[in-house]
């Protein structure tokens, strides 16, 4: 029964709609009374990319935090809030994501994945998981809707990475550079920290290119809840495909030669005219492919993966995500067959 996934419209994050509908979306899969018992130590496990005001619709908002936080201490749990933004300064991130001050006001933690622990999954890989999540009994999964450069769509599956601490991430991307890897790579790490209980927040999302950090906010007006982390994103993924919501629209994974690859492969630009020179882009970038000319950043895309690590970490959003005129038109033809 708890396998079963719930949608529940939410046009806004008042209060009382938003307990009201998580209440609704919860009450299909058994209620929030058959994930938490009493006395059990719960992580709410949001999406806490960087220093992020709520109404961007990056991180997941934070009255939807604290509608969960009310719906745990019903149950008798005892609430935490975490997670560990790549590169971002964890507590400017809780604060400006309004995290900080929602935990003040409800008397709940905010913990910092500063701790960790690895943990090998079934066929070998291992992870660094944060000591946080492994300390709970229960874990929630709190991502956001969002369009992602490399995956297409971030929601459940892919909110389970901030489960590694930090910077930690960047060497994944290395690690598995192609997307179907990636993807796969995600799915072993669902078996060493699989959520007890996934809710999605899709009343405001994100949609077109830039995402998960700089695409268009978007109201979707939906939550969806279930166990099953795969099974949420696709049905969620299903019904936002019904409206007019903007995706990101990805290559297809292609074996071929490596230089047309390169040319073909959406790749990271720097905009000079917000790049403050930081080189944050470079300590974040974990194959080398950025080295610097004056103060800017000059792209290896014979060395870079294709990750967008430097893209999402940059603070001044200076790197965007450009494919050449021939990847359009190749890309155009190939989604017209
Ligand atoms: S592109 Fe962004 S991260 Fe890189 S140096 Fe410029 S401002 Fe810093
Ligand atoms: S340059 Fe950017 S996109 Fe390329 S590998 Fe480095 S961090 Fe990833």
New binding site residues.
């Given amino acids: 029964m708890s396998e079963r996934i719930s949608l529940a419209k939410c046009a806004t994050y008042e209060a009382e709609e938003l307990l009201s509908s998580l209440r609704q979306a919860l009450v299909q899969i058994g209620g929030m009374s058959s994930f938490v018992k009493p006395g059990q130590k719960v992580l709410l496990k949001v999406n806490m990319l960087g220093a992020y005001h709520p109404d961007k619709a990056v991180t997941t908002h934070p009255e939807f935090v604290r509608a969960v936080i009310k719906l745990v201490k019903e149950a008798g749990g005892i609430p935490s809030v975490g997670d560990s933004p790549g590169f971002a300064n964890p507590k400017k991130a809780a604060e400006v994501c309004g995290y900080l001050k929602v935990c003040d006001e409800e008397n709940v933690p905010f913990v910092y994945f500063d701790q960790q622990k690895t943990i090998q999954s079934l066929n070998g890989r291992r992870f660094n998981i944060a000591q946080a999540v492994l300390d709970a009994d229960v874990i929630i999964n709190l991502p956001k809707f969002k369009t992602h450069e490399l995956t297409g769509i971030t929601c459940a599956v892919k909110n389970m990475f901030g489960c590694i601490p930090g910077i930690l991430k ?1 060497e994944y ?2 690690k598995v550079p192609t997307r179907a890897d990636f993807n796969l790579m995600l799915l072993d790490l669902l078996e060493v920290v699989r959520p007890t209980l996934n809710i999605v927040d899709a009343v405001m999302g994100m949609e077109g290119v830039g995402g998960p950090h700089s695409g268009k906010p978007k109201q979707i007006g939906l939550i969806a809840a279930s166990k099953d982390a795969e099974a949420v994103d696709r049905v969620l993924l299903e019904a936002v495909k019904k409206t007019d919501f903007e995706f990101i629209k990805l290559l297809p994974e292609m074996k071929i030669p490596k230089i047309i690859r390169a040319i073909l492969l959406e ?2 630009v720097v905009d000079k005219k917000k790049c403050t020179g930081c080189k944050i ?1 470079g300590q ?7 080295s610097y000319h004056s103060k800017y ?1 000059k ?3 014979n ?9 999402e ?1 940059c603070p001044e959003h200076a ?1 965007e995500v450009r494919r050449n005129w021939l990847a359009k038109v190749v890309f155009s033809l190939a989604r017209a067959h």
């Fill in positions: 960047a991307h290395v790749k990271p882009c974040v970038c974990k194959s080398e492919a950025i950043p792209f290896n895309y060395k870079c993966i294709r990750c967008f690590c430097c893209a970490m790197i």
